[in-house]
């Protein structure tokens, strides 16, 4: 079984950077994938961006690619969302999620389907102020 505990998340105002961290434990040699989703009241949960744990490929949703980074240390099992140029429309509670299995189509595909992962991490709030 894979823990996942996220943090760095925080109250920033716009056009600043912040970085969030993913550190995965238990049974962490089966990750394959890692993604960041994020959710704001009454909306559904958005996939950010997912990486491949051993390839290091990325996907970025539209909305944050050039403005976001995803990253992996595979030696401390921990991933990072690098998030710059933040806007108020980042504000969010951010959710790191892992996958334990294979998937063959694709980050995209992968991105669009918060039930294809199966651990979660709580939860970290940013608020990005104008």
């Known amino acids: 079984q894979v823990r996942i505990q996220e943090a760095g998340g925080g109250s920033i105002q716009a056009g600043e950077s912040l970085i969030l961290s993913c550190a995965a434990s238990?049974?962490?040699?089966?990750?394959?994938?890692i993604a960041w989703f994020r959710q704001q009241p009454d909306k559904a949960r958005e996939g950010v961006a997912a990486i491949y744990m051993s390839g290091g490929n990325t996907y970025y949703a539209d909305s944050v690619k050039g403005r976001f980074s995803i990253s992996r240390d595979n030696a401390k099992n921990t991933a990072y969302l690098q998030m710059n140029s933040l806007k108020p429309e980042d504000t969010a509670m951010y959710y790191c999620?892992?996958?334990?299995?294979?998937?063959?189509?694709?980050?995209?595909?992968?991105?669009?389907?918060?039930?294809?992962?199966?651990?979660w991490g709580q939860g970290t709030q940013v608020t990005v102020s104008s």
């Open positions: 238990g049974n962490t040699g089966r990750i394959y994938y």
């Open positions: 999620a892992a996958r334990d299995r294979p998937y063959a189509l694709g980050l995209y595909s992968l991105l669009q389907g918060f039930h294809y992962f199966n651990a």
